[in-house]
């Protein structure tokens, strides 16, 4: 990455460094750090500078980000399915639920979450209410899938109503695609 970065001099050099530093792909704020008067214009059209971005995608390449990689995250994400974190098994009180766990290997030998732990937003358990599991957010999945894909354009990608339908008819069809699991 750096010799693609040579061919940058002065305040393009520094926007690439804080866009994929401090400002972490915030174009407006890595403009504002280089002292643009217009930081969100200046942002927008160093993003579309050639040699810019030659070498954001030579960075993001060389820490394997590709757009098919980027594409089948969010189809995890959109398409997740919160029973592979979870094991339901017969308790004294009715149906208990617990945490799918699984041996590690290697020298650690401990216990980790089975499935991908990417998927999950959050995990956190209270003597009350037990283990509560959180999965990243499958509808803005969906959103940003459908948007790639061009499904929607505009005003129409605005209406929560469609788009929780869209979403909700896609989930419905992934379910009964595993079998109505």
Known sequence: MWRVMVALRGR??????YYLGVSR???TDAARRCEYKHPMQEG???LKDERVKAVIEAHLEALGVTRERVL??????AFSDLT???EFRPGEKGQQVELRLVREEGASGGW??????????SVSFSRVHGVRVELQDQQR??????????LWSGREAEEDDRLSDLAEAVMASARAARGGV
Do not use: P, S, T
Not at 72 to 77: G, S, V
Not at 114 to 121: C, I, M, R, V
């Open 25 to 27: 792909g915030n174009a």
């Open 44 to 46: 927008c059209r160093l």
């Open 72 to 77: 089948a995250r969010l189809a995890e994400q």
């Open 141 to 150: 999945a969906l959103f940003q899938l459908g948007r790639y894909l061009g």
């Open 12 to 17: 393009r050099r520094d926007f690439v460094e």
């Open 112 to 121: 980790r979450l089975a499935g991908e732990g990417h998927l999950l937003k």
């Open 84 to 86: 592979e974190f979870l």
